[in-house]
């Protein structure tokens, strides 16, 4: 199985920056795409950005020209740099990966995973 570990977040004044890492760890083959999505109190889980094996990149409305989404293949890690944050960005952030791992000696099994989520807090 494959689990994600993330690391960065807390709390920020508005306008400050914070980075997200998460790193893919396992008996990982490939590794698709990798995200982040998050949810704030009362609201539903949204993406956030997402970049593919190849790099190429997309971003929420509400995020582009501000957050940079970026990943280290040999390492199997996505960052998620945030400048300019706002008081509603302030969420709850996850990370999300596919991909397929060993499933055994000669299987390969396709994996969807979430982090274990980080808080964000932008105080105005």
């Known amino acids: 199985q494959v689990h994600m570990v993330e690391s960065g977040g807390g709390l920020v004044q508005a306008g400050g920056s914070l980075r997200l890492s998460c790193t893919a760890l396992?008996?990982?083959?490939?590794?698709?795409?990798m995200g982040w999505y998050r949810q704030a109190p009362g609201k539903q889980r949204d993406m956030v950005a997402a970049?593919?094996?190849?790099?190429?990149?997309k971003y929420a409305d509400s995020v582009k020209g501000r957050f940079t989404i970026s990943r280290e293949n040999a390492k199997n890690t996505v960052y998620l740099q945030m400048n300019s944050l706002k008081p509603e960005d302030t969420a709850v952030y996850y990370c999300?990966?596919?991909?397929?791992?060993?499933?055994?000696?000669?299987?390969?099994?396709?994996?969807?995973?979430w982090g274990q989520g980080t808080q964000v807090t932008v105080s105005s």
């Open positions: 999300n990966t596919s991909g397929t791992y060993y499933n055994g000696p000669y299987y390969l099994a396709d994996f969807r995973s």
């Open positions: 396992g008996s990982i083959f490939s590794i698709d795409v």
């Open positions: 970049i593919t094996s190849g790099g190429s990149t």
